[in-house]
């Protein structure tokens, strides 16, 4: 009999540690439900969306020029005078076509960003239901694109009521603080920044408790979620922390602005997507969460298989009966006559 092997160190430190289980449980699901390829999709898709977003906020500042001749006179001069030679003109005309194609570009805008976002929340929405073990619904196209589009202005509105509440308590804190006489003291702003923490932990854990449980295909109990939206938040505050110590180390060096403030963007951005999936996984293995859907048996095949007879199976059979055939004549022909 097989003697059963001792369990690896490994083994007995996630017996012993039911946080380490779960965090080994969470990479699994990570590494096994494809959570590389939904970050790189996810990244890809957010980068792509800031094209359209540029491009209808010259487009909204085009109609502001447009309507304050003043203003793109004033503007148009003081780029003429800080520019050297032919590069204040150039400047001017381009400036002087945005102003002009503001329509346009709005529109074009529009279209990729209508684009662009759809296919961000289809790969977010679709990350969220593989990371929860959810099988995706098969439907049509259309269909698709409308709820995701319907998904994208829901996590819209999320995000409106998220900074609706953090600069509403904002603003609270400071009237309070002005009706004691003490807004414009260092203590009183410490205080108000330490109210504005809490506010924003606050709003963020809305907003990732209904991205954990409405985006996915199929809704999930926000039971499930809360710790899940809990980490999300914090992880969320740390990275804008280390975001904002980050800009103000590259702020002093115009090459640093130009370039190390896009690198930090990208580097935000696939940071963010990797702890949304990362948090779900996390989320969906915990002892409480609801358990995976069966997954139906892949379709079975059925092949007719046709059995050729043996040709070689043949010949001991008929070597046998030649040789029984044989030996029978021969015995008849040795075996004495009886005389009459």
């Given at each position: 009999?097989?003697?059963?092997?001792?369990?690896?160190?490994?083994?007995?430190?996630?017996?012993?540690?039911?946080?380490?289980?779960?965090?080994?449980?969470?990479?699994?699901?990570?590494?096994?439900?494809?959570?590389?390829?939904?970050?790189?999709?996810?990244?890809?898709?957010?980068?792509?969306?800031?094209?359209?977003?540029?491009?209808?906020?010259?487009?909204?500042?085009?109609?502001?020029?447009?309507?304050?001749?003043?203003?793109?006179?004033?503007?148009?001069?003081?780029?003429?005078?800080?520019?050297?030679?032919?590069?204040?003109?150039?400047?001017?005309?381009?400036?002087?076509?945005?102003?002009?194609?503001?329509?346009?570009?709005?529109?074009?805008?529009?279209?990729?960003?209508?684009?662009?976002?759809?296919?961000?929340?289809?790969?977010?929405?679709?990350?969220?239901?593989?990371?929860?073990?959810?099988?995706?619904?098969?439907?049509?196209?259309?269909?698709?694109i409308a709820a995701d589009l319907l998904a994208l202005l829901g996590l819209a509105s999320a995000l409106l009521v998220s900074?609706?509440?953090?600069?509403?308590?904002?603003?609270?804190?400071?009237?309070?603080?002005?009706?004691?006489?003490?807004?414009?003291?260092?203590?009183?702003?410490?205080?108000?920044?330490?109210?504005?923490?809490?506010?924003?932990?606050?709003?963020?854990?809305?907003?990732?408790?209904?991205?954990?449980?409405?985006?996915?295909?199929?809704?999930?109990?926000?039971?499930?979620?809360?710790?899940?939206?809990?980490?999300?938040?914090?992880?969320?505050?740390?990275?804008?922390?280390?975001?904002?110590?980050?800009?103000?180390?590259?702020?002093?060096?115009?090459?640093?602005?130009?370039?190390?403030?896009?690198?930090?963007?990208?580097?935000?951005?696939?940071?963010?997507?990797?702890?949304?999936?990362?948090?779900?996984?996390?989320?969906?293995?915990?002892?409480?969460?609801?358990?995976?859907?069966v997954r139906p048996p892949p379709p079975v095949v059925v092949r007719p298989v046709v059995a050729a007879p043996d040709r070689?199976?043949?010949?001991?059979?008929?070597?046998?009966?030649?040789?029984?055939?044989?030996?029978?004549?021969?015995?008849?022909?040795?075996?004495?006559?009886?005389?009459?």
């Open positions: 009999m097989r003697e059963k092997q001792a369990p690896t160190k490994w083994q007995r430190l996630r017996a012993r540690y039911r946080w380490l289980d779960h965090v080994a449980r969470a990479v699994n699901r990570y590494i096994e439900y494809g959570g590389y390829h939904y970050v790189a999709s996810i990244t890809y898709f957010s980068l792509f969306s800031l094209v359209p977003i540029l491009m209808v906020a010259v487009s909204v500042a085009g109609f502001v020029l447009a309507s304050q001749p003043q203003l793109i006179e004033s503007m148009l001069n003081a780029i003429t005078g800080t520019l050297p030679g032919g590069l204040g003109d150039k400047a001017g005309e381009l400036l002087t076509g945005f102003v002009e194609q503001r329509t346009s570009v709005g529109i074009i805008g529009l279209i990729i960003g209508l684009y662009s976002g759809w296919n961000w929340m289809n790969s977010l929405r679709d990350a969220l239901t593989a990371l929860w073990g959810q099988n995706r619904s098969d439907l049509p196209l259309l269909r698709t900074f609706a509440i953090t600069i509403s308590g904002s603003a609270l804190g400071r009237y309070l603080l002005g009706l004691a006489g003490v807004d414009d003291t260092a203590w009183g702003h410490n205080v108000l920044s330490a109210i504005s923490i809490p506010l924003a932990l606050l709003a963020n854990w809305l907003v990732f408790l209904w991205v954990l449980t409405r985006l996915p295909r199929k809704p999930v109990g926000v039971r499930s979620a809360m710790r899940g939206a809990v980490a999300l938040a914090l992880g969320f505050e740390l990275l804008k922390l280390a975001g904002g110590i980050y800009l103000r180390l590259i702020g002093n060096s115009p090459t640093g602005v130009a370039f190390g403030s896009i690198i930090g963007l990208i580097f935000f951005i696939s940071l963010v997507a990797r702890m949304l999936v990362f948090v779900t996984a996390w989320t969906a293995t915990a002892r409480d969460a609801p358990p995976d859907p070689h199976g043949l010949k001991p059979v008929l070597v046998g009966a030649v040789t029984g055939v044989v030996a029978t004549l021969a015995a008849q022909r040795l075996r004495p006559r009886r005389r009459p």
